[in-house]
Every structure is written in C-alpha cells, then in structure tokens.
C-alpha cells in the first residue's frame, strides 16, 4: 500500500480528520467493513473504514497499479468521510464486493 503525503494533508486539512486515526491506517485497510467498485474510476476501490470521523464513516479510495519498486500495490487516493446513505446507494448500484459477515443484514 502506498500513500502521498497529499493525501494525509488533505484528509487532515480539508475533511477535518484527526491524525491519530490515521496512524493505524494501514491494519485498518486490511480489515474493512465492505469494499465497493469504484462508480468513477477503473481498476479502483472504495473500502469502508471501521474508523468514524465527525460521526461519519471514512472511506479510504484506492486504485490498483503497478509500481516501478514494489510491483502491483494499492496506491491510496483519499480518505475522507462519507454519509451512510451513499452505502446504500452503491448497494444498489451493484457496485458491493465484499461485506464482513458481521456487518450483513
């Protein structure tokens, strides 16, 4: 997995998200709560965080590359908040992967 800079400046500056939850981002990202197709981007993941910022749930919106050093890798494109309904939507939308069976209706 990698991470610019960029993106932790933006996710702290912009949608307000505190460092310390983000230092434990990486076992995070290995145990999400469901992964979605991306609805925009192709070879690109939206997976959902145990993590809660502002009483919403955050998101980290990764794509699938390859990298010169570390072969295919998951680059990490943001990670900000997203309202419960957009879930739905997606659900909806045919766009759920994965879903923690704890986590299923």
Known sequence: MMMP????????AKHSIDLTLLQNLP???????????SATEAN???FQLKLVS?????VAAMEYCRH????MAYLVKSIHPRLRDHFSR?????????????NAK
């Open 27 to 37: 076992s995070v990202i290995s145990d999400p709560v469901r992964i979605f197709l």
């Open 54 to 58: 502002n009483q919403e749930a955050l």
């Open 5 to 12: 800079q960029s993106v932790i400046r933006k996710a702290i």
């Open 90 to 102: 997606w659900e909806e939308r045919g766009l759920l992967l994965f879903e923690r069976k704890e």
């Open 68 to 71: 010169a050093d570390f072969g």
């Open 44 to 46: 690109s993941f939206v």
